[in-house]
């Protein structure tokens, strides 16, 4: 099973920014994501990225405001967070797969919980008004 550890949470000011970072025990062949859920709400996906190929994709609230990137020295994924707004508070995790190509991304299925098999503790975002 992979480890999953994400730090880089934190309470922000509307407009403001936070950088997410997950750590993974295992890194290649992966395809891993980012969701968040809110108290009384369902886990939605943000945004996913495929290890080996670069393959993204950001859910309608994440476009032109997240990035999810890679350090693969390091065996990390980032979630950059710009312009947050009071409806990104949440609890944010990360979420990893094996995937030994990027055709998930292609057929859409890094969007929901349920396409991931291995999941983080979570970090907390809260962005005040």
């Known amino acids: 099973q992979v480890q999953l550890v994400e730090s880089g949470g934190g309470s922000v000011q509307a407009g403001g920014s936070l950088r997410l970072s997950c750590v993974a025990s295992?890194?290649?062949?992966?395809?891993m994501g980012w969701f968040r859920q809110a108290p009384g709400k369902e886990r939605e996906g943000v945004a996913a990225?495929?290890?080996?190929?670069?393959?993204?994709y950001y859910a309608d609230s994440a476009k032109g405001r997240f990035t999810i990137s890679q350090d693969n020295a390091k065996n990390t994924v980032y979630l950059q967070m710009n312009r947050l707004i009071p409806e990104d508070t949440a609890m944010y995790y990360c979420?990893?797969?094996?995937?030994?190509?990027?055709?998930?991304?292609?057929?859409?299925?890094?969007?929901?919980?349920?396409?991931?098999?291995?999941w983080g503790q979570g970090t907390q975002v809260t962005v005040s008004s």
């Open positions: 979420a990893a797969r094996l995937c030994d190509s990027d055709w998930r991304f292609r057929a859409g299925l890094v969007k929901q919980a349920s396409d991931f098999t291995d």
């Open positions: 295992e890194y290649t062949n992966r395809c």
């Open positions: 990225i495929y290890i080996n190929g670069g393959s993204l």
